[in-house]
């Protein structure tokens, strides 16, 4: 079965400094993989999605994800992380063949000024 | 593109009452729409997925007498709450996709329950 685990609930970084939040997954095969953003009281927004073909994947505002098949892993990046960052951000996975998107607990990324 | 809208945005009703939440599909037809439920600062858990047209598919654990799940069109789903109990106070988000695959699901922006 297919299972997202996102290992760090919260994170705090300052504005201006890089971040990585950690996305790892469980799957037979290589599946479909998600990076959605959440702000409170909000719906979720796509911030990128990887298929197949380059693993290094680039988003909208500025995040990317590099997908290492070896280490089960679809981390996301950004170089410079802005206070509007600020948000939940949930790693999910879907069966290519399949329907369904199974979202990892999220992590909540705090930053500070 | 790719717009999909719920309504209401958020709802407060009495215990025992019935609520009805809308998720439309705006700009495209929806072959498939995916009922979840979020509790406060928990993930996605997904309740259903419907087909327009057929008998949604509910997850184990979800009750489908209580959450009655009607894809009448391609471009409307709706989630039907009877009976509210407090517990059931959460938020609410569907998703539409234009194929039956996982990888063109788009997301509402969310109804907010409150049953007082």
């Known amino acids: 079965a297919q299972s997202v685990t996102q290992p760090d609930i919260h994170i705090t970084v300052s504005e201006g400094a890089s971040l990585e939040l950690r996305c790892n997954y469980s799957y037979g095969a290589t599946p479909y993989l998600f990076w959605y953003v959440q702000s409170p009281g909000q719906g979720l927004q796509l911030l990128l999605k990887?298929?197949?073909?380059?693993?290094l994947v680039q988003g909208i505002k500025g995040f990317e994800a590099e997908f290492k098949r070896s280490q089960s892993s679809f981390n996301l990046r950004k170089p410079s992380v802005h206070w509007s960052d600020a948000a939940e951000y949930f790693c999910?996975?879907?069966?290519?063949?399949?329907?369904?998107?199974?979202f990892g607990k999220g992590t909540r990324l705090h930053i500070l000024p | 593109g790719a717009v999909v809208s719920q309504h209401p945005s958020w709802v407060i009703c009495k215990s025992g009452t019935s609520v009805k939440i809308e998720c439309r599909s705006l700009d495209f037809q929806a072959t498939t729409m995916f009922w979840y439920r979020q509790f406060p600062k928990q993930s996605l858990m997904l309740m259903a997925t419907s087909n327009e047209g057929s008998k949604a598919t509910y997850e184990q654990g979800v009750e489908k007498d209580k959450f009655l799940i009607n894809h009448a069109s391609l471009t409307l789903s709706t989630l039907t709450v009877t009976s509210a109990h407090p517990e059931d106070s959460s938020f609410y988000i569907c998703?539409?996709?234009?194929?039956?695959?996982?990888?063109?699901?788009?997301f509402g922006p969310g109804t907010r329950l409150t049953v007082l």
């Open positions: 990887y298929f197949s073909g380059d693993t």
């Open positions: 999910a996975v879907g069966a290519p063949l399949g329907d369904k998107i199974i």
């Open positions: 998703s539409a996709s234009l194929t039956s695959g996982a990888d063109t699901q788009y």
